[in-house]
């Protein structure tokens, strides 16, 4: 059973800085293509971020290039986003998900496996 936790949430300011983990069990992660989608109150689901099973090569929602980078460790099993230069707009849900495929996908249905969430707030 393959298990996914997400951390690092939090309650900033707009123009701060966090990084979100996500840490995946039971297989072997390297495996896996990871991504970072977020749900605002009222919307659906949206890819964030994306990065292939050896982190040589990822793809980001318009809204965060230049913000944003997602990163892993695969000797952690971990998955990273760091995000800077926060805005409010960027508060969500945000849910850390894995696939065995072996393409990028920005649909949550392309995605098999989930973790539970973390809260990002920006505050204005």
């Known amino acids: 059973q393959v298990q996914l936790v997400e951390s690092g949430g939090g309650l900033v300011q707009a123009g701060d800085s966090l990084r979100l983990s996500c840490v995946v069990s039971?297989?072997?992660?390297?495996?896996?293509?990871m991504a970072w989608f977020r749900q605002a109150p009222g919307k659906g689901r949206a890819m964030v971020a994306s990065?292939?099973?050896?982190?040589?090569?990822?793809v980001y929602a318009d809204s965060v290039k230049g913000r944003f980078t997602v990163s892993r460790d695969n000797t952690q099993n971990t998955v990273y986003l760091q995000m800077n230069s926060l805005k409010p707009e960027d508060t969500a849900v945000y849910y850390c998900?894995?696939?065995?495929?072996?393409?990028?996908?920005?649909?949550?249905?392309?995605?098999?496996?989930w973790g539970q969430g973390t809260q990002v707030t920006v505050s204005s």
């Open positions: 998900a894995a696939d065995l495929s072996v393409d990028f996908s920005d649909a949550a249905e392309g995605y098999e496996y």
């Open positions: 990065i292939l099973w050896n982190g040589g090569s990822a």
């Open positions: 039971g297989d072997t992660f390297s495996n896996y293509i």
